[in-house]
């Protein structure tokens, strides 16, 4: 029997205390389910940085490559400079270890927990499949002039074919796997972004041709954003570049009851693959044991589904959805009914 290797990220903030959580419900699981895994911990976070001043050790990157998964709480830190390690940790780790798609999962579970009226679950269930590696995020531009009244910032949206390609395709055939509708939306911005919209949108419809079960359409991301709020059943799995993957997918945890549940997965489906919570690392909430673990439990339902334990990941989502409908009062910290401890404890009850 394998036993899997899973790296641990607790990282800053709360990312600690929900990170507890997901590995308490992994013991569980793995016990119920029969795997063996074991997990090394890694301190890369703010608390590190202000020690060492080092943001990530270069040994992080060729050690990270030998686990089959990892496992990240939250980076951010209040003392240091926002930037530095979000850069420096998070977006480094994304791109060294080409984890080129960030996949989202928009779920409601129960709809006393959406801000929309009449909406309810089965009309609130999509992915957005985000690019991960590329675009705004690749962090190319300039100053000219800098300090000076006429100064020019360029920030550079850098869009390869090979990039672009590599995500569509995931993107498709996560759609004709796991779609429930088998409908794949481009969202984008073809009218305005000219060069970047105009690859994306000639690869999607000449992959297209390759999918004859995959119904596609187009949506440009503004409109996007309006059909969230007005007809959000209308989607199944989104296709989108790494800015406005950014943004749509807080508007898409919003919709699915907030922060507190929602989960990513920074894949590289060919090498390891990294799960989180998507929410930040909530330094006000720290050691209150207030926070929700639920969107760090989740993210290790994705983790396992990733690795191809689908029985135990199904098990996962099966209690989250259970504690969510019968027992919290809410999904917000602090307002749950039951500490972070007491809803991991609740998800394991209910494996
Ligand atoms: C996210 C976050 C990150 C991003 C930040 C923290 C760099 O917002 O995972 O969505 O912009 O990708
Ligand atoms: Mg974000």
């Given at each position: 029997?394998?036993?899997?290797?899973?790296?641990?990220?607790?990282?800053?903030?709360?990312?600690?205390?929900?990170?507890?959580?997901?590995?308490?419900?992994?013991?569980?699981?793995?016990?119920?389910?029969?795997?063996?895994?074991?997990?090394?911990?890694?301190?890369?976070?703010?608390?590190?940085?202000?020690?060492?001043?080092?943001?990530?050790?270069?040994?992080?990157?060729?050690?990270?490559?030998?686990?089959?998964?990892?496992?990240?709480?939250?980076?951010?830190?209040?003392?240091?400079?926002?930037?530095?390690?979000?850069?420096?940790?998070?977006?480094?780790?994304?791109?060294?270890?080409?984890?080129?798609?960030?996949?989202?999962?928009?779920?409601?579970?129960?709809?006393?927990?959406?801000?929309?009226?009449?909406?309810?679950?089965?009309?609130?269930?999509?992915?957005?499949?985000?690019?991960?590696?590329?675009?705004?995020?690749?962090?190319?531009?300039?100053?000219?002039?800098?300090?000076?009244?006429?100064?020019?910032?360029?920030?550079?949206?850098?869009?390869?074919?090979?990039?672009?390609?590599?995500?569509?395709?995931?993107?498709?055939?996560?759609?004709?796997?796991?779609?429930?509708?088998?409908?794949?939306?481009?969202?984008?911005?073809?009218?305005?972004?000219?060069?970047?919209?105009?690859?994306?949108?000639?690869t999607f419809h000449e992959l297209a041709k390759e999918y004859p079960d995959v119904k596609t359409s187009y949506t440009h991301v503004d409109a996007t954003t309006m059909w969230f709020v007005k007809n959000p059943e209308w989607f199944d799995v989104i296709v989108t570049d790494n800015m406005f993957g950014d943004i749509i997918t807080d508007l898409g945890a919003m919709l699915q009851g907030g922060m507190g549940i929602a989960a990513g997965g920074n894949i590289n489906p060919q090498g390891v693959s990294m799960f989180e919570p998507i929410g930040g690392s909530a330094p006000k909430y720290t050691g209150q044991k207030v926070i929700n673990p639920l969107a760090a439990i989740c993210a290790m339902g994705m983790l396992l589904r990733q690795i191809g334990e689908t029985a135990a990941a199904e098990s996962i989502e099966d209690s989250v959805k259970t504690v969510v409908k019968t027992k919290l009062k809410d999904l917000a910290a602090g307002k749950m009914g039951y500490s972070t401890t007491e809803v991991g404890d609740l998800v394991v009850k209910n494996l």
């Open positions: 029997m394998k036993t899997y290797k899973i790296a641990v990220i607790p990282g800053d903030g709360t990312g600690p205390e929900v990170v507890a959580e997901g590995l308490k419900v992994l013991q569980a699981v793995s016990q119920k389910r029969q795997f063996k895994y074991e997990t090394v911990h890694f301190d890369f976070g703010g608390k590190r940085y202000l020690r060492t001043k080092e943001v990530l050790p270069d040994s992080a990157i060729p050690e990270l490559k030998k686990f089959d998964a990892m496992f990240l709480g939250a980076i951010g830190h209040p003392d240091v400079k926002p930037g530095i390690l979000e850069k420096g940790i998070l977006l480094r780790l994304r791109f060294d270890l080409d984890q080129y798609i960030n996949l989202r999962p928009i779920q409601l579970f129960d709809e006393r927990f959406c801000p929309l009226k009449n909406k309810k679950p089965e009309d609130i269930d999509f992915v957005v499949v985000r690019e991960n590696s590329e675009g705004l995020y690749k962090g190319m531009g300039e100053f000219q002039d800098k300090g000076t009244a006429g100064e020019v910032a360029i920030q550079i949206s850098y869009n390869t074919r090979k990039g672009v390609e590599r995500c569509l395709r995931y993107a498709f055939e996560y759609t004709k796997k796991y779609g429930k509708k088998k409908q794949l939306t481009l969202c984008g911005k073809t009218n305005v972004l000219t060069f970047a919209w105009d690859l994306w949108e000639r």
